[in-house]
């Protein structure tokens, strides 16, 4: 995951856990990731959860040193509270995962474990 040059190096999103189909990624907060109204931008906050995803979804592909084989296809967001400041952790969990489809939840939670954010993502597998 540490290629993913958007979420790692230009957002600062970390993979702190990874398991079967399930992943743990933070953010620590930085005045960059602000918008005008001095909350974290939702981009930010979809980006850490879009992050969450592709590493649950290639879980088994990480762990033995493989290229990914899933893609997200559809997403969708809802902010519940906004975020200033902290580290903010998803946690990303799977709902299916069949032969060629799957459904994961995250959920984004601040750093007093107040819900900030959670994202539903569908996902294909690539053909070879």
């Not at 999103?13 to 602000?34: I, M, N, P, Q, Y």
């Not at 939702?42 to 879009?50: K, M, S, V």
């Not at 580290?87 to 995250?106: D, I, K, W």
Request: net charge negative; aromatic share 4%.
């Amino acid at each position: 995951m540490s290629h993913d040059m958007f979420a790692c190096s230009a957002t600062g999103c970390e993979l702190v856990s990874l398991d079967l189909r399930g992943a743990v990624c933070t953010l620590s907060v930085a005045s960059h990731h602000l918008n005008a109204a001095g909350v974290v931008m939702g981009g930010a906050l979809f980006t850490l959860a879009d992050f969450a995803i592709a590493a649950a979804m290639n879980s088994e592909c990480i762990a033995a040193n493989e290229p990914p084989t899933w893609v997200s296809t559809e997403s969708h967001i809802h902010y519940i509270r906004p975020a200033k400041q902290g580290t903010l952790c998803a946690e990303a969990e799977c709902l299916h995962q069949g032969r060629s489809t799957c459904l994961y939840r995250v959920t984004i939670t601040d750093r007093d474990g107040n819900l900030v954010a959670t994202v539903e993502a569908s996902g294909l597998k690539k053909q070879s």
